[in-house]
């Protein structure tokens, strides 16, 4: 069964500081892993892929299979980041897509 | 282009009482998802269309049915509702064969 873990319901930060989410996962075959951030009043949006690798608004995460993780990561945080952060597992060649439990960031000034 | 439309924005339904969430799509997308939002358990998902006329159970269906009458639309039913269905309902689509996607704007359900 496929399963995704992010451990921390809260995480807080100053502005400037290096940010680290974490999300585990289980699945036997292969996944595809994606990272959703819901900013307040906004919509549910993708915020990256892991097939994509990719950069974006500073975020970057690795597809680690040997320790099944797909860590979400910043090194200089800004207050804009602020938002619930989900992590996302869809089974290759199938449509069910299931999300972690979400880490809510607070950065504070 | 609206992409993801959900009717209504907010419901109060009394215990026991039936609704229809409505969920339309305009981007010609394959795969319809519902999913509940709680506090400390994130999204779960109810139930998912791959392709209209087919729908598969996701994590948490029960009491729920669903039905996906053409490409478009993708209705969650709650034949009758409890508190423990209390929630935000958001209902998703995506193209097939691409990764990404599109939300709707959800659903805030209070049952009394």
């Known amino acids: 069964a496929q399963r995704v873990t992010q451990p921390e319901k809260l995480l807080s930060v100053f502005k400037g500081a290096p940010v680290e989410l974490k999300c585990n996962y289980s699945?036997?075959?292969?996944?595809?892993l994606f990272w959703y951030v819901q900013y307040s009043r906004q919509r549910l949006q993708l915020l990256l892929r892991?097939?994509s690798r990719e950069s974006i608004k500073g975020f970057t995460a690795d597809l680690n299979k040997g320790e099944t993780s797909f860590h979400l990561k910043k090194p200089f945080a800004q207050e804009e980041d602020s938002a619930m952060y989900y992590c996302?597992?869809?089974?290759?060649?199938?449509?069910?897509?299931?999300f972690g439990t979400g880490t809510r960031l607070q950065v504070f000034p | 282009n609206a992409g993801v439309t959900q009717t209504p924005k907010f419901q109060v339904l009394k215990t026991g009482q039936s609704m229809t969430l409505q969920c339309a799509q305009d981007?010609?997308?394959?795969?319809m998802y519902w999913y509940r939002q709680d506090p400390g358990m994130g999204l779960r998902l109810i139930y998912y269309s791959a392709s209209e006329g087919t729908t598969d159970k996701g994590e948490v269906p029960n009491g729920y049915n669903v039905s996906r009458l053409n490409k478009r639309e993708f209705s969650l039913r709650l034949e009758s509702a409890a508190p423990s269905q209390t929630s935000v309902y958001f209902c998703?689509?995506?193209?097939?064969?691409?990764?990404?996607?599109?939300f709707g704007q959800g659903t805030r359900l209070t049952v009394v």
């Open positions: 699945y036997s075959g292969s996944p595809e």
């Open positions: 981007m010609n997308h394959n795969s």
């Open positions: 892991h097939i």
């Open positions: 998703a689509s995506r193209k097939q064969g691409d990764t990404e996607a599109f």
């Open positions: 996302a597992l869809r089974a290759y060649n199938t449509d069910k897509l299931i």
